[in-house]
């Protein structure tokens, strides 16, 4: 009876986007006459963060203050078409589309400031607080709101943008697989740090440190919010999920959260994460997408700090304790491997 | 705890913006944290109507009769909608782009394929009167024999699931039963590795498990138009799978969506919307549709079950010189996103490493059970734990520590990928390097000096010459093996084995401790089979006429 000391880790890479039918996003901007911009979508905010990611991409873009920036999402008869929020792609494909419809927008914006100024609109610079003025020159401005209203009741110009961003379908091969899914790649490494106890089979995780590349982080505060949640579905799908615990057998699935266990709070480990930065040629300010990728690395580094605890291999997920008790049982008891701690 | 490492790759980045890398707060927080968000379900209307469904009690059986009158009679039932009502009762998600054949009811008619399949809608004035009512549904089955398990599913003789594709397989590109990934020659290099491994893993399926159940209201508009407040992960993908099943056109629905409890891949599906503007049409009143935590979790598509099995050929020095995947993705009764998942996980393999023969098989299955969709990522999380474990038993195998052996075997910029591209922005050594200084566990100078930005290309960008076949041809089971040709174009006869690509030097680290021999995984030698006898070509099964917009597939060759 004792609780043995593991440690495993797993490395991998995730695609970001899809290849299916073409990969499509549009965004529209436009300003009120104060020089307040609204970016209509129809990607779907799930909880990820896509209206804000948006925002301020649309908000870096445009040169302005992100309070003037809102995004309007989703709304079939005002928001143009978008593929959906699934595949990472949400950033980098809607983050590009808003990218395109901004800096039409910001075009707009700078012949009406230019012509209010008299200079020529490719010698304006923005200062991202609402201000715009001769590059170099920073008493020769005029104001966002001051510009727009010039556009909007004096010159008739609409300070609007329109934005689609497209991955062109790929024909994959019947007879190689030859295709071109995606054209950029997140990558991660995670070292996961647990205890399996071999008299019930409980696999307690202590610790969780990790590496993330994920392009540029657009807002870390929001990335750091899905590594850390994912990297907590990756433990429940490592140690607890499955709707059929004795698969193929459809039966005993959970009707509730009673039944269809997932890690309570106390089951949660800290996470150690370490954010790299190699930013997308293609992606929105190097952006790629940190959704679903954080979950993944999780799944074997846990498998392989049990095989470093006890010696079994668990091949099949999910590794509940029933299945460690059973493989000890076989092997004749714990094997601990040589200790990386 | 999150810090980052602005040193590397610094000379790629423009750090000095404005708005970007800034932690800002979310628009939405405030809403979000004190309950204010509005969600499909918060807006009201007078006069809701809510939708239950009728569901299978049996994984599979005939339907030989439904008899809805005593459902029909029951207080506060305003409308019974079954299969004939549907104007098109037969689609597929992903014929919105042209992949694949319509081959799922919205309500069954003749034949339920999994447990839980919905076959009548009950409307009514209340959540409780509709379940009331549904249980006053009379259904008489023949239950029918049942199949489970993948590779059962693929056998000659199965019994077949899904009528629409009789081998329990969905068809590639009308010409295969599965999905192939070829680069170089594995069975030549399995013949010279020192180890070869092989392993079979399993995932079992997944509930996505959101906070907010799948939900749906539609309400008549006074413009001949239906408004819709829709869960959905893709407004537009919705929309237009509404749109084909009820035979209207886009413009007379006007979705509202956005703001969703948590989705993970399960609200892709439109399980509810189709079902719930149908409700709207027929009452000419707003009709709620959500499914209850226990439909949801028992009859709301899962993330599907996957079985990878692995074989990997490994030099004494760490390198891989040879990697087989076969894939078994259970799509349940119903193609819905599986066939696009087996995709995804061919182009993931072999994973992020570079390895000069690569060899993938992954079959889209169907067996009775709940269909699966996407799920957090799809056609990659279950391919990517069996790589990752299977990597730690190569290590453990030859020795070397696993780190060290990701390192050693890591794809690098310039190197060409299994799916024929060249790799770029590639990290994954860096990753390693950061992860294992974080913990203080030991590398090599060798190991700690690798980059990604060097030591890739060259030989290492080459495509191989590589052996095609034509295993797997629709409805002919024997043909799964097939014997190997060299690929059109390749110039020269296949030499016995190439050189693996270059790789830097290796030199065990001084601290490291090999393991004992694997207690149940002997490394096995490489089984050569012998070639079977060449097979005629199969003429391509007559086309069906498909229904929904004409666009373009990657994986279809025929147009639409």
Not at chain 2, 517 to 544: E, G
Request: aromatic residues 6%; glycine residues 10%.
């Amino acid at each position: 009876m004792a609780r043995h000391q593991g440690r495993g880790m797993a490395s991998i890479n995730y695609p970001i986007g899809m290849n299916l039918g073409g990969d499509p996003s549009q965004a529209l901007v436009h300003a009120n006459p104060d020089g307040k911009f609204t970016v209509a979508l129809s990607a779907i905010d799930l909880g990820q963060g896509m209206k804000q990611v948006s925002r301020q991409i649309a908000a870096e873009t445009l040169g302005v203050p992100i309070e003037d920036v809102y995004v309007d999402t989703a709304d079939s008869d005002t928001g143009p078409h978008d593929m959906g929020s699934f595949a990472s792609r949400g950033t980098h494909r809607v983050g590009n589309a808003v990218i395109v419809a901004a800096k039409e927008a910001r075009g707009v914006l700078l012949e009406a400031a230019a012509e209010e100024l008299e200079v020529n609109a490719d010698d304006l610079v923005t200062d991202g607080k609402g201000n715009i003025h001769v590059r170099g020159a920073a008493s020769k401005s005029i104001t966002v709101k001051a510009a727009s209203q010039a556009a909007q009741f004096k010159q008739g110009k609409t300070i609007a943008g329109r934005g689609i961003f497209l991955i062109p379908l790929s024909n994959v091969s019947p007879e190689t697989g030859e295709m071109s899914p995606v054209t950029a790649y997140a990558h991660a490494c995670l070292v996961v740090d647990l205890e399996v106890c071999d008299e019930t089979g409980d696999v307690k995780v202590n610790k969780m440190t990790s590496a993330y590349e994920l392009g540029r982080a657009l807002n870390p505060k929001m990335v750091e919010q899905q590594l850390v949640g994912g990297a907590w579905m990756g433990m429940s799908h490592a140690l607890y999920e499955t709707p059929e615990p004795y698969y193929p057998n459809p039966e005993h699935g959970g009707r509730d959260y009673n039944e269809y266990l997932m890690p309570g709070p106390g089951d949660i480990a800290p996470h150690d994460i370490t954010v790299l930065e190699r930013p997308a040629p293609d992606g929105p300010f190097g952006g790629k997408g940190p959704g679903e990728m954080c979950a993944n690395p999780v799944l074997p580094a846990v498998a392989n700090a049990i095989f470093n605890a006890i010696g079994v291999r668990i091949d099949t997920l999910p590794i509940t304790p029933e299945k460690i008790l059973r493989a000890l049982k076989a092997q004749g008891g714990a094997r601990p491997q040589v200790r990386r701690a | 705890m999150l810090e980052f490492r602005k040193d590397l790759f610094a000379d790629e980045r423009d750090d000095n913006l404005n708005v970007i890398g800034k932690g800002e707060q979310r628009q939405d927080m405030l809403g979000h944290v004190t309950g204010r968000t509005r969600f499909f379900d918060d807006h009201g209307f007078g006069g809701l109507l809510h939708l239950k469904v009728v569901r299978s009690p049996h994984h599979h059986a005939r339907i030989r009769s439904i008899d809805v009158s005593a459902a029909e009679r029951a207080a506060g039932v305003k409308r019974v909608i079954r299969g004939q009502d549907v104007p098109l009762n037969k689609n597929t998600l992903l014929s919105l782009i042209g992949f694949g054949k319509d081959d799922e009811p919205t309500l069954a008619v003749d034949k339920v394929r999994y447990k839980g399949e919905p076959i009548v809608a009950i409307i009514a004035d209340s959540d409780a009167e509709a379940m009331a009512a549904a249980k006053l549904v009379r259904v008489s089955y023949d239950p029918l024999p049942t199949v489970f398990d993948v590779q059962e599913a693929l056998k000659p003789g199965a019994v077949v699931v899904n009528e629409t594709y009789p081998g329990n397989y969905f068809e590639y590109h009308e010409k295969y039963d599965h999905q192939k990934l070829r680069f170089g020659d594995v069975e030549a290099a399995f013949r010279t590795a020192d180890h070869v491994l092989e392993e079979r893993y399993q995932m079992s399926p997944i509930e996505h498990a959101s906070t907010e159940t799948n939900g749906t209201i539609a309400a008549p508009e006074t413009n001949n138009r239906y408004v819709v407040h829709s869960c959905a992960q893709g407004l537009f993908f919705s929309l237009g799978t509404t749109a084909k099943i009820l035979a209207l056109e886009s413009n007379r629905l006007h979705f509202i969506g956005g703001t969703v409890g948590g989705g993970f891949g399960g609200k892709v599906d439109s399980l509810t919307e189709p079902l719930a503007v149908l409700g709207a049409i027929l009452t000419g009143r707003p009709v709620r549709y959500v499914l209850g935590r226990e439909e949801e979790m028992q009859f709301g598509s899962p993330r599907g079950a996957e079985r990878h099995v692995i074989k990997d050929g490994v030099m004494r020095d760490g390198r891989i010189v040879a990697r087989q995947i076969t894939s078994y993705f259970d799509a349940g009764a119903y193609t819905r996103l599986t066939s696009y998942g087996v995709v995804k996980c061919v182009a993931h393999m072999p994973g992020p490493y570079t390895i000069p023969n690569v060899r993938g098989d992954a079959y889209c299955v169907f067996t009775n059970r709940v269909p699966a969709t996407a799920m957090r990522g799809f056609g990659v999380t279950g391919v990517d734990f069996s790589i990752e474990v299977q990597m730690d038993k190569l290590a453990h195998l030859v020795g070397i520590d696993p780190m060290e052996f990701r390192i050693l075997n890591a794809y690098r910029d310039g190197d060409m990928k299994a799916h024929r591209r060249v790799a770029h922005n590639t990290a994954l050594i860096e990753c390693v390097q950061v992860a294992a200084q974080k913990v203080n566990w030991p590398l090599s100078e060798t190991a700690r000096r690798a980059s990604s930005l060097s030591g890739g290309g060259g030989p290492r960008a080459a495509i191989p010459p590589t052996v095609t076949d034509e295993s797997g041809r629709i409805g002919r089971p024997e043909t799964r093996q097939a014997p190997p040709q060299l690929a059109p174009g390749a110039a020269a006869p296949l030499p016995a084995y190439q050189s693996p690509p270059a790789v830097p030097i290796y030199q065990l680290p001084p601290a490291h401790q090999p393991g004992a021999p694997l207690p149940n995984h002997p490394s096995q030698p490489a089984a050569v089979a012998p070639p079977p006898a060449p097979i005629p070509p199969v003429p391509n099964p007559p086309a069906t006429p498909q229904h929904g917009a004409a666009r373009f597939s990657s994986v279809f060759t025929r147009r639409r």
